[in-house]
């Protein structure tokens, strides 16, 4: 049957009347409450098939290779009646385009289809649902009418258009899910393999370390101070402890010391009383919403001293009065500091105070720079990588060892993790969608990194050390002045004696 293709009539914009427009949007609440793909694609038909009169409906998945998979009815109709023209779902798939028919016994599009005929069609409308950025129609919505003569109209395709755009999300969020639930048992394999932490990331043996050292005093109430270069993952391994250690059911709260001024601090920190100061309301402090929980005080260098005198006595004292009260409240809170200032310095620059150092300094547990530890590159990467395909629905499942090479060799001394994981970021939002990242997919910063750090390198991915590094540097320049010493030590601008004794002692061309 030739007829129908190309020749569906496209439906042209179409406002539709209030109560149409109130069952889609109903369904569209409904579509993030169900999971289950099947009953939601029933709900959504049976709504379709009320709003428009129809007599029939059925929602028609196919995949890759075109074979219909799943066929949802609506709930009117029986087992025996869930035929229908495999011709029109097939022309509607292959133009994408909704199929329309108001009489077919005038349709002279449909005149020789005798399947339509047998299963004896009056009026009917087939849609393809579409997902954005996919070439292929996920499935078509179809109803028809064949006991009562009701000829559809494109105010119905219009509605049914709008329907098919919502079955389209339900369906590309539920095999989204699907592939979530996936990758997430995949991931939690993977965790027990290789990672002491659950999504921390580190198979180096200096985070190993960390990952020790932090399991360690995981379950204990010791104040803990983590050390480390911004962006290194102190709040992560800060985290780490708390939901792993037994207070992991009770608040894990933050607090940036930097990020306010001292009298505000203070009231987050111990909770305010009305009128204490301009704008002061009554209000619970941090140490109060995190009791029997842990509180994270990042960058606790800029804390002032006052500061530190108050918080080393709620450390001792294990009370805190709110800013403007009268009464001491107890506490429950374990405190881990962060900083990414060398404190002992501040403290012989009396910038610090000693005795706050010594108190939050129970343990220290140093976060190492990421270019300290290399080996994590791409295993943060990948993790980095998989992260924002799925958050940007992109398809991208790797990266080509020279992007990963020169991910590697870059140093990251800016903001460490958090740089890598922006640079990926930034790759796959501008990645063409396709599979792997490649060295152009990166910034040019670490693409002109690569480029150094490519001679720099032995054929291990090792530095060369200095030694090396000249003699294949002057191996390069006698290449490149054929053999010809004297032009070779113009190139070089030294003089052609001291060429003599370089090339004597590296023993090239003796
Ligand atoms: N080991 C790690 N595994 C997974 N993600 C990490 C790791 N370390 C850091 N990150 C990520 O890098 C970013 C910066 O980490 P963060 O803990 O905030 O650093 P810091 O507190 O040292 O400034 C966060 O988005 C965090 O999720
Ligand atoms: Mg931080």
């Known amino acids: 049957m030739t007829t129908e293709r190309g020749q569906g009539k496209e439906v042209q914009k179409i ?21 289950d793909l099947q009953q939601l694609l029933r709900e959504l038909l049976n709504s379709a098939i009320t709003s428009i009169n129809a007599e029939r409906g059925m929602i028609i998945l196919v995949d890759e290779s075109g074979e219909y998979y ?20 097939k022309a509607t798939l292959e133009y994408r385009k ?6 077919l016994r005038s349709d002279v599009r449909f005149k020789d289809a005798d399947s339509i005929r047998k299963l004896g069609i009056y009026s009917f409308i087939c849609v393809p649902i579409i997902v954005p950025f996919k070439d292929r129609a996920l499935g078509t ?20 258009e709008a329907f098919a755009n919502l079955a389209a999300i339900a369906i590309n969020n539920t095999h989204l899910v699907e592939r979530l639930i996936d990758e997430n048992i995949h991931l939690r394999e993977e965790v027990g393999k290789i990672y002491d932490f659950p999504g921390v990331i580190g198979k180096s043996e200096i985070m190993q370390k960390v990952f020790h050292e932090a399991k360690q005093i995981m379950d204990d109430d010791c104040t803990v101070l983590l050390t480390g270069e911004s962006g290194s993952g102190k709040e992560v391994i800060a985290k780490a402890i708390h939901y792993n250690g037994n207070r992991k059911n009770k608040p894990f709260l933050a607090i940036n010391c930097g990020a306010l001024p ?3 601090l203070e009231a987050e920190l111990f909770g305010s009383v009305r009128g204490a100061f301009t704008g002061a309301v009554d209000k619970q402090g941090l140490f109060q919403a ?12 800029h804390t002032s001293e006052a500061m530190q005198i108050k918080l080393l006595r709620v450390l001792q004292e294990k009370e805190i009065r709110r800013v403007g009260g009268t009464k001491n409240v107890k506490v429950n809170v374990r405190l881990i500091c962060a900083t990414n200032e060398d404190l002992q310095k501040a403290v ?32 943060l990467a990948q993790h980095f990588l998989e992260k924002y395909a799925r958050q940007k629905a992109k398809s991208m499942r790797g990266f080509d060892t020279k992007a990963l090479g020169a991910l590697s060799a870059y140093d990251w001394t800016e903001n460490n993790v958090r740089e890598l994981e922006n640079e990926i970021e930034h790759a796959v939002i501008f990645a063409k969608d396709a599979e792997t990242i490649g060295i152009n997919d990166l910034s040019e910063r670490i693409r002109n990194t690569s480029d150094t750090a490519a001679v720099l390198i ?16 002057i191996e390069y320049i006698l290449l490149q002045a054929n053999g010809n010493k004297a032009k070779a030590a113009k190139i070089m601008g030294i003089p052609r004696s001291t060429l003599r004794g370089k090339l004597r002692k590296y023993r090239i061309g003796q």
């Not at 109803?143 to 009701?150: A, E, G, L, N, S």
């Not at 000693?354 to 220290?364: E, K, L, P």
């Open 15 to 35: 406002t539709l009347p209030q109560e149409q427009l109130t069952a889609l949007f109903e369904l569209s609440k409904r579509i993030n409450q169900i999971n």
């Open 70 to 89: 799943r066929t949802v009815a609506s709930d009117l109709l029986k087992e025996k009646d869930t035929t229908f023209s495999k011709s029109i779902v």
């Open 98 to 103: 909704t199929l329309l028919s108001a009489d």
């Open 141 to 160: 919505l179809y109803v028809d009418q064949r006991v009562h003569i009701k000829t559809f109209s494109q105010e119905d395709a219009a509605f049914l």
């Open 262 to 264: 001292e009298t505000l």
């Open 290 to 301: 995190a009791s029997g929980g842990t509180l994270f005080l990042d960058e606790i260098h």
């Open 348 to 379: 012989r620059e009396k910038r610090f105070r000693q005795d706050f150092y010594y108190r939050i300094n129970v343990v220290t547990i140093n976060v190492p720079a990421l270019r300290d530890r290399r080996d994590d590159i791409p295993l």
């Open 458 to 473: 032995d054929e291990g991915g090792k530095m060369l050390n200095y030694h090396d590094f000249e003699r294949k540097y």
